[in-house]
């Protein structure tokens, strides 16, 4: 894996999907996972039976694109997980990493999920930022929210990040998110905030 550091943020850049993912999924659940998962301590068991369906499939390792995690939360894992060595990869490269800030993970040279990450840092960092985003989505039709979040949540996000997750894929947009993420909405229903969202992420007026 490749790291470098940019100010209160550490960018991890994985290989190969498979190894992020064997790599971040317990930190990455345990930061904003379902509901008995989230904030505690769980075995892979309980992992695999939250996120595989009745015929025992999981789509889990293929699924994410990247992870955006507080260093304080990896902190807070470590102390209660006994860590793979895969972990403990991670945990040896955030050691000088101010505690205030956040673990990047994408594959080698995704730069739509760097841009995506690095979204979420902005938000949870930038408070005029947040306000916003948060006043451009507010502004959107509420069948279309509505549409959004429905989406998402059947993605397993966590009601918790609906909102930064609409600002980050509409920020990071792409066909491919369209198709599996927003299957069934129009392009034209969210191009105005798109350009918006894009717009202030670039500095833009």
Known sequence: MKVSKHNNRLLIEFPTKKEMTLTMFRMSEF???????KGKRFSCDEFIDKYSDE???????????????????????????????????????????????YVICIIEGDKMALRHELCHTKWYDDKEYREHTLSIIENMQKSLRKKLTKCLLEADYIDDVIDTE????????????????????DYREIEPFVELLNNLYNGKP
């Open 166 to 185: 609409i600002v980050a894929y509409l920020t990071a947009f792409n066909d491919e998110d369209m198709k599996d993420i927003f299957p069934n909405i």
């Open 55 to 101: 015929e025992g499939n999981i789509d889990y390792f293929a699924f994410w694109d990247g992870f955006n995690i507080p260093k304080s939360v990896i902190s807070k894992f470590q102390s209660i997980f006994q860590c793979s060595e895969r972990e403990r990869k991670v945990i040896r490269a955030i050691k000088d990493l101010p505690e205030d800030g």
């Open 31 to 37: 930061s904003e996972g379902k509901d008995g998962i």
